[in-house]
């Protein structure tokens, strides 16, 4: 999609169809629209869209009200909600070129960002295998203030680095486990990499068996499919930064349970088992883009949990690299191990601050439901300025417990601790699991099991791979105060 800005007045922008938001209360008298609002067939109410033909007083051809909601309640992720909407909407009509108008109360850059951001994004579709279908896109995206002011060119730009990253991720989250494997995993971060100046290093069994990574390598056996770490650097070019953020995502390309397998209704789903990594994968893109002043490097531990005849088995004892030893009760919490040994790494490579980002439970899901991320944080600090970058960029967060008495739960009479924590607070357990492996370093761990896949479709997003939390850690890396 091709997106710019252009500074004028409403009237004169030549579309095929100008956007316009309107308010909950507020009467819109532009467009012949007042005898609609009359009618009481136009409300305001947030994503309520009618499609004017040929309006009054406009270059326009067509002039799309979009509903805003209450003018209190306005922000950046109402606006990117809209657009995502009407570029639905419009596409859907084969209308290909569109335009917004944003009044002079909006025309910030934060605004202009989520618009572009919104009409990228509903433009997205997961039909890349379907072969049948006249498929529909957007052309071109223009926002349209009422006149220049400085930044407004930048934060376009960034909405479509950030857009295109996160719809990168939903594409790679969507892949089907027969065509994605940990190698092609590693083959899409390095050619990623390449195109974007980033530095990519892939570790394969061996190098993993001499780092000791137990875990990993466990998780792993199963399948006939070879695991990969993939470590992605990026390295700002001025200035020396005291902090190094480290970004690590689970990546199983499919999670069938192993030993302990899944049921088979709706096991499908399990190729999105690698949202963290792809999440990840798609934050560094932008942010060798946006470059930020703070080094960031990427984790990616891939495998494909499979119950083969190497399979690990429930009772099996592995050693991780950290030296602690884990009694594996149940196969199926294989995202836990993978990451165990991803963040010892990723401690021994400097990082002095880490996220991570796993489809790690059901229980958070149970927990949350679909709207929320869990959030999980060893330090305070850490959490908040993860929760100020993730509500900034309307991704939804909710910071959980992580106390020192769950740790009771884990307890095995075997090893120094179990892989799952009996019945309860099953998203709670499997972050503490992984806070034994964070150490003292300040770490946040997100649980996207519940945001990074849609169920149903939304009037502003197609059902499949939400793309979360890519914006919330780019911005995150972008906002990086010492
Ligand atoms: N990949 C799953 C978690 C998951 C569940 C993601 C539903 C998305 C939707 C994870 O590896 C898993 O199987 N977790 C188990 C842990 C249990 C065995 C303690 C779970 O949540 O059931
Ligand atoms: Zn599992
Ligand atoms: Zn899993």
């Given at each position: 999609m091709n997106t710019t800005i252009e500074f004028r007045p409403v009237?004169?922008?030549?579309?095929?169809?100008?956007?316009?938001?309107?308010?909950?209360?507020v009467k819109e008298e532009?467009?012949?629209?007042?005898?609609l609002a009359d009618a009481g067939e136009l409300t305001g109410k947030s994503l309520e869209l009618t499609l004017l033909h040929h309006p009054p007083g406009v270059a326009a051809k067509r002039v799309l009200l979009a509903g805003a909601g209450k003018p209190e309640k306005f922000d950046p992720a109402e606006l990117r909600r809209l657009c995502g909407a009407a570029a639905r909407h419009l596409r859907a009509k084969s209308i290909r070129k569109i335009a917004v108008a944003l009044d002079p109360a909006h025309a910030s850059e934060e605004y202009v960002a989520a618009a572009v951001e919104g009409a990228i994004l509903g433009d997205f579709e997961p039909d890349r295998y379907k072969t049948d279908e006249n498929?529909?896109?957007?052309?071109?995206?223009?926002?349209?203030?009422?006149?220049?002011?400085?930044?407004?060119?930048?934060?376009?730009?960034?909405?479509r680095v950030l857009a295109e990253a996160q719809n990168f991720t939903r594409g790679l989250v969507n892949e089907p486990a027969n065509r994605f494997t940990p190698s092609t995993m590693a083959g899409t971060a390095r050619q990623m990499a390449s195109e974007r100046g980033l530095e990519c290093e892939v570790l394969g069994r061996e190098e993993m068996e001499k780092l000791g990574m137990g875990a990993l390598l466990g998780v792993a056996?199963?399948?006939?499919?070879?695991?990969?770490l993939i470590v992605i650097r990026y390295k700002p070019t001025a200035g020396a930064s005291k902090s190094h953020l480290g970004l690590v995502g689970k990546g199983v390309t499919f999670d069938t349970g192993g030993i302990s397998i899944k049921p088979a209704d709706g096991m499908e789903k399990m190729k999105y088992d690698m949202a963290g990594a792809a999440a990840i994968l798609g934050a560094m893109r932008a942010i060798a883009e946006l470059k930020p002043a703070i080094p960031v490097t990427a984790f990616l531990p891939c495998v494909e949990n499979m119950p083969g005849s190497r399979a690990q088995r429930p009772g099996d004892i592995v050693t991780a690299m950290s030296g602690k030893t884990i009694e594996v009760i149940n196969t199926d919490a294989e995202g836990r191990l993978i990451l165990a040994d991803a963040l010892t790494y990723a401690r021994g490579q400097g990082c002095t601050?880490?996220?991570?980002?796993?489809?790690?439970?059901?229980?958070?899901?149970?927990?949350?439901a679909h709207l929320n991320v869990g959030l999980f944080a060893n330090d305070d600090a850490m959490r908040d300025r993860v929760l100020a970058a993730a509500r900034a960029e309307g991704e939804r967060m909710w910071a959980m417990p992580l106390e020192d008495d769950y740790k009771e739960y884990l307890k095995s009479a075997f090893a120094d601790l179990a892989n799952v924590g009996g019945r309860w607070g099953g998203a709670v357990t499997a972050a503490v699991f992984l806070k034994e492996f964070a150490g003292d370093t300040p770490w946040v761990h997100l649980d996207i099991a519940g945001t990074a896949w849609l169920d149903d479709a939304k009037p502003y997003l197609a059902k499949g791979p939400s793309g979360v939390p890519v914006r919330t850690l780019v911005r995150l890396a972008m906002e990086w105060k010492e």
């Open positions: 009237e004169q922008v030549e579309t095929d169809a100008l956007i316009v938001p309107v308010f909950e209360g532009r467009f012949g629209a007042g005898e498929k529909k896109s957007v052309e071109s995206f223009t926002v349209v203030a009422p006149e220049a002011s400085p930044g407004l060119e930048a934060a376009l730009e960034r909405g056996q199963g399948s006939a499919e070879p695991p990969a601050h880490l996220v991570d980002a796993a489809t790690l439970t059901g229980a958070i899901v149970v927990a949350l």
